[in-house]
Nanobody, 128 residues
C-alpha cells in the first residue's frame, strides 16, 4: 500500500507562485510514476501533470503548460508541482497520484484510472 500526503497549498494572489509537495511512503518511490490532478468547485477532477519513474519524461495539461513544472526527488520520496503566473481559475484541490505501471503517452497519462493510489488533496486558492 502506498500513502501519499500533499502539502504546500494555500492562498496566493494572481500572478504569484506556489509549490506543492507530495510525500510518498509504503513502496520504493522510484517504482512509481507520479501525477498531479486538480478539482475546482463544481467541476470534475482533471489532469495537471505527470512525471515518469526516473524523472526523464514529463507531461502537462495545456491549461498549465509553460506555467508549471513537475519534478521529483527520489532520495526524498517526494514529487513537486511548481506553479507560476497563477490565475484564479487555478483555484482547486490538488491531488497527488501514483502509478505502478508504464504509461508513456497522453492517452493514458491523463486518465484517472491509470493511477493506483491517491492522496487526500491540498487546497490552493488564487485570489484576483
Amino acid at each position: 500500500q502506498v500513502q501519499l500526503v500533499e502539502s504546500g497549498g494555500g492562498l496566493v494572489q494572481a500572478g504569484g507562485s506556489l509549490t506543492l509537495s507530495c510525500a510518498a511512503s509504503g513502496r520504493t518511490f522510484s517504482s512509481l510514476a507520479m501525477g498531479w490532478f486538480r478539482q475546482a468547485p463544481g467541476k470534475e477532477r482533471e489532469f495537471v501533470a505527470r512525471i515518469s519513474k526516473n524523472g526523464a519524461l514529463t507531461y502537462y495539461a495545456d491549461s498549465v503548460k509553460g506555467r508549471s513544472t513537475i519534478s521529483r526527488d527520489n532520495a526524498k520520496n517526494t514529487v513537486y508541482l511548481q506553479m507560476n503566473s497563477l490565475k484564479p481559475e487555478d483555484t482547486a484541490v490538488y491531488y497527488c497520484a501514483a502509478d505502478l505501471g508504464f504509461c508513456t503517452n497522453y492517452g493514458c497519462t491523463g486518465r484517472e484510472s491509470t493511477y493506483d493510489y491517491w492522496g487526500q488533496g491540498t487546497q490552493a486558492t488564487v485570489s484576483s
